[in-house]
């Protein structure tokens, strides 16, 4: 019996079409985590919730002072918690201390572990991965 060898085109099209499932599925499981851990269903503010949107890479629906969403968080060496956001010039936008950070998000952690501690993880896998703090160099 003799193999059927596909063409570069059929490749590349399943090449994309995989991709294309793989994309939709990351993004619907993605979804789903962040519906499960979303802040303003456990309690907290929607200021919280934007920041634990930009920590997971979801979009929630809050808004800054200026219609943007925050998308990425960083602590200064001194400190300081900023965020960009869709609506920024490139300065990004101050949220406070990086010391009530790490209390809030503790409360918030110890909440998610309440509910499902493999969420909780998950949590901080991608706090890890995506907020870059200055003050561990």
Do not use: H
């Not at 995989?18 to 619907?28: D, F, G, I, L, W």
């Not at 934007?50 to 969403?69: C, E, K, T």
């Not at 998950?122 to 991965?129: A, G, I, M, P, T």
Request: hydrophobic residues 35%; charged residues 30%.
């Amino acid at each position: 019996m003799a193999k059927r060898v596909c063409t570069k085109a059929e490749a590349s099209k399943l090449l994309s079409s995989t991709k294309e499932s793989y994309q939709a599925v990351k993004t619907s499981q993605l979804a789903e985590f962040a519906e499960r851990i979303n802040p303003t269903n456990l309690g907290y503010s929607p200021r919280m919730t934007a920041i634990v949107g930009a920590i997971v890479g979801y979009d929630y629906g809050v808004r800054d002072s200026r219609g943007g969403r925050l998308t990425s968080l960083a602590i200064t060496a001194d400190g300081f918690v900023m965020a960009d956001s869709t609506a920024s010039d490139g300065g990004g936008a101050f949220i406070g201390s990086a010391s009530d950070l790490d209390r809030n998000l503790a409360d918030y952690r110890f909440t998610l572990a309440g509910e499902n501690d493999e969420d909780a993880e998950e949590f901080d896998r991608l706090y890890k991965q995506n907020v870059r703090d200055w003050r561990k160099l």
